[in-house]
């Protein structure tokens, strides 16, 4: 993360801080007083690494680079801003080329349904981003083994780190996505990602803000213990987000017994209590959750089918009533129920 909030400072927000928070012989115009004469830049890693020096807006401010609450600040926007970015573009993406857009007529299709999802992710990511951002300060601050040398773990471990990555997040998040479903906390934390029974790709972020933070955990704590390349690590967490959406998408093209796809994710859905794996079936399989995808799925014609629709209904339905009783019916209103009675 430090390598992003370098290139942050130098392009962004050294120009924000000189300006909101000007140094006092900035503001008295003064401008003829050393300012380079000020304690040289401590974090500066794309001057390292790439050679881009940091403009003259770096030391205009008396809330210096270094300074550790401009650093938390700072990781906080990161994090809350480029999680609008990363959410939109690829959730867009998906929504307009890949999503099949009969899923509209599902009956559990919710009212105005894309429109709640993107609200219930507005209001959760900025949370999420609090909570996220004093991990970031600590890998900035150098406490976590993330590192820039290949030769300090050799060429063999720059590529066994992504299996080793994934296997260990999606392990963990196998077990803390199952612990929120216990009844103790799945009403207040993970029900409102349960609310879309047919999600979209717009659902992907649609969480609790607890229940993100929680589920992220994992990604954030893996290099704190294992080391990681800072380049895997950008990478990876792409990666993650573009994944978060493609198992909300609907396209089931993943028809295998391994990967925890969209068919998968869909299962998890509709019948809750199964498929709780991020990336593979393994830890499904292992712990006796795992709900293999009905195979009309993977097929045009009975994907979209009213028999198909009908029967995952009844048992979605029965499934619900054991999970979340007899719960106030205007939590989902569903769209199909809607048109009826405009008919």
Not at 198 to 224: E, K, L, R, W
Request: aromatic share 18%; net charge negative; glycine share 4%.
């Amino acid at each position: 993360m430090d390598i992003i909030l370098s290139i942050c400072d130098t392009f962004i927000f050294d120009r924000l801080y000189a300006t909101a928070l000007p140094l006092q012989n900035a503001v008295s115009g003064n401008v003829t007083l050393p300012i380079h004469t000020q304690k040289p830049i401590q974090l500066d890693p794309i001057s390292e690494y790439f050679n881009w020096q940091p403009s003259e807006y770096a030391y205009l401010s008396w809330l210096q680079r270094d300074d550790d609450i401009r650093q938390l600040f700072s990781l906080f926007m990161i994090a809350w801003l480029f999680g609008y970015v990363v959410y939109f573009f690829f959730a867009s993406f998906s929504y307009v080329f890949i999503f099949d857009k009969d899923t509209f007529k599902h009956p559990k299709f919710l009212k105005n349904q894309i429109r709640q999802e993107i609200a219930q992710t507005m209001k959760s990511v900025p949370v999420m981003a609090v909570c996220t951002a004093p991990i970031f300060y600590f890998e900035v601050k150098g406490y976590s083994m993330l590192y820039m040398n290949v030769e300090d773990y050799g060429w063999w471990y720059l590529v066994l780190q992504f299996p080793v990555f994934l296997l260990f997040t999606d392990f963990c998040i196998y077990w803390i996505h199952r612990g929120l479903h216990h009844p103790l906390v799945y009403r207040t934390l993970h029900k409102p990602h349960h609310k879309w029974i047919m999600p979209t790709p717009y659902a992907s972020h649609a969480f609790h803000p607890m229940d993100g933070y929680a589920q992220g955990i994992p990604y954030h704590v893996f290099p704190f213990i294992l080391p990681l390349h800072k380049y895997a690590y950008l990478v990876l967490f792409t990666f993650i987000n573009i994944w978060t959406v493609m198992i909300h998408d609907g396209e089931y093209v993943a028809n295998s017994p391994i990967i925890n796809g969209a068919a998968c994710h869909t299962m998890h859905h509709l019948y809750f209590n199964y498929n709780y794996g991020q990336f593979t079936t393994l830890w499904d399989r292992l712990g006796g959750s795992y709900r293999k995808p009905n195979m009309e799925l993977f097929y045009k014609e009975t994907k979209m089918a009213t028999q198909e629709w009908q029967k995952q209904v009844k048992e979605m339905e029965q499934v619900l009533q054991e999970v979340e009783g007899d719960d106030d019916e205007s939590f989902r209103e569903y769209l199909a129920a809607d048109d009826k009675k405009t008919k």
